[in-house]
């Protein structure tokens, strides 16, 4: 809708001509009908003329929905050389899916961060930082999320952060965070109770709370730890 559009792209009036606003609506509209041709189309057209934000939305179209990882990075890094922000996050996300170039990837998020800073960039610093093994200054990312007045940490990708952190053997920061902030033990229940069940012989009591009903999904949650363990072993 063109009040989302105005919302996630400030000064979009300004930026763009009347015909070229037309042409990023259309584009908007046809990404959402998922006519992802003709969406490229339009973007292109935008990108060719220098407006970041399509080149970016063309990156997540072809990362996000085509699977064409190459034309992902190459529209990403259009828009990274006019210093658009959310591109530079997007695509250090991208290097951590893919496990590849951690420290351009720190290096990218981090500049991202001197830009727009907000809770989903710190929250995707805090990722990157724990990847590189910064295993302190991560945590305090998130403790800077969490005390904050906007304390908004998006589901998935804090549930991403805290997978990986016990990935990463980090059990004693995982358990000082939960019992820090009360709150986490009830947002995300299962990972507390995995995290129980990885320091059962030094909190039984703890882990017996658990309940029979959570034990297939904490079983589960040890699956994908195994599998990020392996992925991002070093």
Known sequence: TKTSLRKNVPNIDKILSKSNMEIFELAHQLYEDKKYDLAIKNYKLLAEKGFVTSMNNLAVLYGDKLGNIDKAKKYYKMAIDKEHAISMSNLATLYYNENSHKSESLSLINKSIT????????????????????????????????????????????????????????????????????????????????????????????????????????????????????????
């Not at 358990?175 to 229940?189: G, P, R, S």
């Not at 909190?203 to 992925?231: A, F, Q, W």
Request: hydrophobic share 40%; proline share 2%.
């Open 115 to 234: 830009i727009e800073k907000n809770s989903n960039v710190i929250l995707r610093l805090a990722i990157i930082l724990l990847w590189n093994n910064y295993y302190i200054k991560s945590v305090d990312c998130i403790k800077e999320i969490l005390l904050s007045s906007e304390n908004k940490l998006v589901m998935s990708i804090m549930i991403n952060y805290l997978t990986l952190l016990l990935a990463k053997k980090q059990l004693h920061l995982a358990y000082d965070l939960f019992e820090e902030f009360e709150i986490l033990k009830d947002q995300f229940k299962p990972i507390y109770y995995t995290l129980m069940k990885l320091l059962k012989d030094e909190y039984p009591k703890e882990y017996l709370r658990m309940g029979d009903e959570l034990e297939e999904t904490v079983n589960e949650i040890l699956l994908k730890i195994e599998e990020k363990s392996l992925k991002y072993e070093n």
